[in-house]
């Protein structure tokens, strides 16, 4: 049965920092692609921030480069996604995705970030 399980949302201050965390069961993580995706109220989900499986190659939107580092630990099968200098447009729920060529794609959950003084 396969999971992806985010952890580490919650409220924050503006400029402050949150880790977040997508533990993945089920399948064989290191062969997948692995993305954080955010959707806020109102608008459609997009795409934060891509890890490959292999050689650590990273993507990550304009909006969020320079803020947002996505990395990934395939002994853990945990993927994580670390925000510094949150602004309150990055309030959204957080999701994880994993994909791979030819083959479905999963997602979790999601977990609320809120940034808000």
């Known amino acids: 049965q396969v999971q992806l399980v985010e952890s580490g949302g919650g409220l924050v201050q503006p400029g402050g920092s949150l880790r977040l965390s997508c533990a993945a069961s089920?399948?064989?993580?290191?062969?997948?692609?692995m993305s954080w995706y955010r959707q806020a109220p109102g608008k459609e989900r997009e795409l934060v921030a891509t890890?490959?499986?292999?050689?650590?190659?990273?993507k990550y939107a304009d909006s969020v480069k320079g803020r947002f580092t996505i990395s990934r630990d395939n002994a853990k099968n945990t993927v994580y996604l670390q925000m510094n200098s949150l602004k309150p447009e990055d309030t959204a729920v957080y999701y994880c995705?994993?994909?791979?060529?030819?083959?479905?794609?999963?997602w979790g959950q999601g977990t609320q970030v809120t940034v808000s003084s």
């Open positions: 089920g399948f064989t993580f290191s062969g997948y692609a």
């Open positions: 995705n994993a994909a791979r060529f030819g083959l479905r794609a999963y």
């Open positions: 890890t490959g499986n292999i050689g650590g190659s990273t």
